[in-house]
């Protein structure tokens, strides 16, 4: 297996395209340091002006990191970010790529998933996949998701552009995270209806479900959260920022599409499976929606059967496209 150091500098040659001379920031935090650290010593050997930014772990996803990282952000020419949580949907991470920062968020990564994920050849395997996709979502107006589990819910996407996070970010603005392969839309606000029931893991720390977290949706709000443990921990997240805005749902209609990916209990990751679809609850702001939370919280479904505009392009987990 690959170790550390040459899966870092194939990931800032391949999926990074960085160039010597470059300012390259590594953001990362106590709890993702060696992997930060490999990133930011893989930057110094291809000449980049490599910094390493170590930050104390926020508290949930999309919490804002340090102002002093947010403005050096900014000024990257490119980055990437292995933590504890998310950075994905903040504001800084926005306003970085606005201003023509490129790189990837590392969610929730570990060591493993970093080799095991990262090994592959995005250009010759998520790319293709995430295209395919893309050729019969685009212009979509409506989605209807069932599974056997129990999950029957309707969402309108009409007017909203589906994103390929295709792992590739080597032109300035790009973004998105690594591992990567998903094919993602920020729904259209209160046209969520119905049941879901995320069966495989969720975010937050959350990982792995011991049992399934059914969700009602009412107009696009999350109107009640059952199940065990799990889905207890899910409310106090969505309840800590204090925000009903929290509660938006679904956030986020994401479908996996790295053949490399595996369910392990970390999102960032399981997300990204073939076969598997995400829903999401609260901010949508930084990828096409109008919601700010401060919380953007993913859960992964398992088999399901995606119908886009009444046509079924997924069933019980196996595409037809």
């Not at 992997?35 to 002006?49: D, N, T």
């Not at 493993?112 to 790319?127: A, G, H």
């Amino acid at each position: 297996m690959a170790d550390l150091m040459s899966v870092a500098r194939r990931v800032l040659e391949s999926n990074l395209g960085l160039r010597s001379g470059e300012v390259f920031l590594v953001i990362t935090d106590t709890e993702r340091e060696r992997i930060g650290r490999a990133l930011f010593e893989a930057g110094l050997e291809l000449g980049a002006e490599a910094v390493l930014a170590v930050m104390r772990p926020r508290s949930r996803n999309a919490e804002e990191p340090p102002w002093v990282i947010a403005e050096a952000w900014r000024r990257a020419d490119a980055f990437l970010a292995p933590t504890k949580y998310s950075l994905t949907h903040t504001q800084a991470r926005k306003a970085a790529t606005d201003a023509g920062a490129r790189g990837a968020t590392m969610p929730g990564i570990t060591e493993d998933i970093f080799v095991r994920t990262l090994s592959i050849d995005y250009r010759e395997t998520v790319i293709p996949l995430g295209e395919r996709l893309l050729r019969v979502l685009r212009g979509a107006s409506r989605v209807r998701i069932t599974t056997d589990s129990g999950t029957d819910v309707t969402f309108s996407v009409e007017g909203r552009e589906f994103h390929l996070d295709s792992g590739v970010y080597d032109k300035p603005g790009s973004w998105g995270n690594l591992p990567a392969g998903e094919v993602y839309v920020a729904p259209l606000e209160g046209t969520g209806e119905g049941r879901v029931v995320f069966d495989s893991s969720l975010s937050g720390g959350i990982g792995l479900l011991k049992e399934p977290v059914t969700v009602t949706v009412k107009r696009g709000r999350a109107v009640s959260i059952e199940g065990g443990r799990e889905a207890e921990k899910l409310k106090e997240i969505l309840e800590s920022v204090g925000k009903s805005e929290a509660f938006n749902f679904p956030a986020e209609f994401g479908i996996g599409c790295n053949p490399a990916a595996r369910v392990v209990g970390v999102v960032l990751e399981d997300e990204k499976v073939y076969g598997t679809v995400h829903l999401a609850f609260g901010d949508n702001s930084t990828f096409g929606g109008v919601v700010r939370a401060g919380v953007h919280i993913d859960g992964v479904i398992g088999r399901p059967t995606v119908e886009v505009d009444g046509e079924v392009v997924i069933e019980r987990g196996k595409w037809l496209v």
